[in-house]
């Protein structure tokens, strides 16, 4: 009961932070640039009162992400000969490098590496802070685009929408989130690793570095990446329950507010809060079967919670709030090993992350995401009813339809042909910690993590072999911009229809039954996606786990 009382808190807080956080965005996204950003549009060569379509749009993404993963791969290639290296980091090897540009570009954050030993200074600050928060003001540049879009209004500026989202809403929480972070006890230095003889006398080498601004962004950004290898596990990450809150606070924040905002942006609150509806049923539901999950325990070892893998300073209740928001919310930090979790808590981890992480969703990610869902809600709902289907008073035609099964299908493509031939190829399987069925869900975690631009694994998966960074890195690049491109393309063709008269037989999509049908629309085309495949791993590994065997 009090787990469930402090659920609730968490939620009713959350929820009224975005609902704020949601008015401040529209504003900063629906008002005339301000003198200081003109300074840098003009320093920049940037024209911010040019509209762009969809197409331009998309160039303009793809240009800027691309200028960004050069300059990170040169830099972490180079990291050995560039200053603010106290502890002489080598440069990182080329598939590797490879690997975690595109992962901090594409908002992924895969970590294949440990940051405290094989990462400078530099390399964390001008390489992979800067990334996190480009990379997530690209999520939300175009996350608004397409709710202008889906409004019947010029999708703006990629330019403008995304230097907005870092100045006026990225850079100001991460310095707040910061300060709160070091007051816990989260280092900010720029001195080298401590050398400190511990009680028995022994010699130790603590590795710290300055970690609070990027555990900030990394949250706040749903990045994911930490600063050290164990991530948000690490006490100098993570030190105190109030810090874990702060971070698991933060990953939710801005992705909820994406809800009101579309609601704002569209002229129409109800719309804003029937996504939330839906998206909260399909967070709770989630969080509930993690939670009973974990505190149920391993029944092969008797009564008690399963504590395997978590921190006993957070539990079985903050572990399974942050599981369930990090695999939501294509955030990827991890305060447990979910290797250790019980496998319907797998499980659920994993269906989050295959739906294309729309339960709430990266920044500005989730809603465009969710709104892919929606089309083919609405399509759905035409198809019952006998009526050319229509979203916010826009009918919704033969290409938006088809440009959403494709953004749609690029998801199960790249998780089951990658997952099926990491677990043939013998290079790949090498990879695999543990046989049978829980083998079979870390093969699955992990090319969801990639596509869905998660970024975590289980703990016992081999990421950093030759062939998973090439491969992973892949499909991080199809994950992203194949939702991106045609989820842009469907915002213009919207932004130029004209907005019909609802009737009688308009079917309504702010009220509950449309929430249902949301859901179940996620549920079909997702999960039933998958569910072949999570037969053969986490509800195999439930079914021989409860006949008294384990792997």
């Known amino acids: 009961m009090t787990d469930l009382l402090g659920f609730a808190l968490f939620a009713a807080a959350l929820t009224a932070a975005a609902w704020a956080l949601a008015a401040h965005m529209t504003r900063i996204y629906e008002n005339a640039p301000a003198r200081a950003e003109r300074g840098l549009y003009r320093l920049a060569g940037v024209r911010a009162d040019v509209m762009q ?14 200028a960004g993963f050069v300059l990170l791969y040169a830099i972490l290639r180079a990291q050995a000969v560039l200053p603010l290296n106290p502890d002489g980091v080598g440069a990182m090897a080329p598939h590797l490098a490879f690997n975690t540009a595109i992962s ?3 908002n992924t954050n895969w970590q294949a590496y440990s940051g405290e030993v094989q990462l400078s200074y530099l390399s964390q ?8 928060f480009v990379s997530a003001a690209t999520g939300m540049a175009v996350g608004v685009a397409v709710i202008r879009g889906f409004a019947g209004r010029p999708l703006g500026n990629f330019w403008t929408d995304m230097t907005r989202s870092v100045l006026y809403v990225l850079i100001p929480l991460s310095v707040v989130l910061g300060v709160v972070l070091i007051l816990q006890g989260v280092p900010q230095t720029l001195l080298g690793a401590a050398h400190v003889t511990t009680l028995e006398g022994a010699d130790q080498t603590i590795a710290r570095g300055p970690a609070a601004a990027q555990i900030a962004i990394k949250q706040l950004g749903t990045n994911g990446g930490g600063f050290f290898g164990v991530n948000s596990a690490h006490p100098l990450e993570n030190p105190t329950v109030l810090s874990n809150m702060a971070q698991v606070f933060a990953i939710l924040l801005i992705p909820v507010a994406f809800c009101f905002l579309f609601g704002r942006m569209v002229r129409d609150t109800r719309q804003g809060w029937a996504i939330f509806a839906a998206m909260g049923v399909l967070f709770a539901l989630g969080l509930a079967v993690i939670h009973l999950s974990e505190l149920a325990g391993n029944p092969l070892l008797g009564a008690g919670p399963n504590l ?11 572990s399974s709030l942050w599981a369930e928001a990090t695999t939501a919310a294509s955030n990827g930090s991890v305060n447990a090993m979910h290797d250790s979790f019980m496998p319907l808590s797998g499980l659920v981890m994993t269906v989050n992350i295959a739906l294309g992480e729309v339960i709430f969703g990266g920044v500005g990610a989730g809603l465009y995401g ?4 929606v089309v083919l809600a609405v399509f759905l709902a035409g198809l019952m009813v006998g009526r050319t289907p229509e979203y916010l008073g826009r009918k919704i035609e033969a290409r938006e339809v088809t440009l959403a099964v494709l953004a749609f299908l ?15 190829v013998p290079q790949a399987a090498a990879s695999v910690q543990d046989a049978g069925p829980h083998g079979l869900g870390e093969i699955l ?5 990639a596509v869905g631009n998660n970024g975590s694994a289980f703990a016992g998966w081999g990421a950093a072999t030759q062939w998973q960074t090439t491969a992973l890195g892949l499909l991080m690049l199809l994950g992203r911009y194949a939702v991106i491109v045609p989820m842009l393309a469907i915002a213009g063709s919207l932004s130029v229809k004209r907005q019909g008269v609802s009737t009688s037989g308009t079917f309504p999509t702010h009220g509950p039954l449309f ?3 949301l859901i179940v629309t996620v549920v079909i085309f997702g999960a039933l996606t998958f569910f072949p495949v999570l037969a053969l791993g986490p509800v195999a590994e439930f079914t021989a786990l409860r006949a008294g065997q384990s792997f």
Not at 308 to 318: I, N, S
Not at 370 to 373: D, E, I, K, R
Not at 445 to 449: E, I, L, P, R, T
Request: proline letters at 2%; glycine letters at 10%; zero cysteines.
């Open 410 to 424: 690029s998801i199960p493509l790249g998780i089951l042909v990658g997952a099926a031939l990491s677990a043939t």
């Open 308 to 318: 395997e893998g978590k921190e006993m300073r957070f539990g079985a209740a903050l």
């Open 125 to 132: 600050m001008a390489g992979l802070t800067v990334q996190n």
């Open 370 to 373: 969710m709104l892919l869902y």
């Open 445 to 449: 975690y992990a090319y969801a993590s």
């Open 104 to 106: 901090f570009v594409t």
């Open 53 to 66: 379509d969809g197409r331009s749009y998309a160039l303009a993404v793809l240009a800027f992400n691309a």
């Open 515 to 517: 929430v249902v049908l």
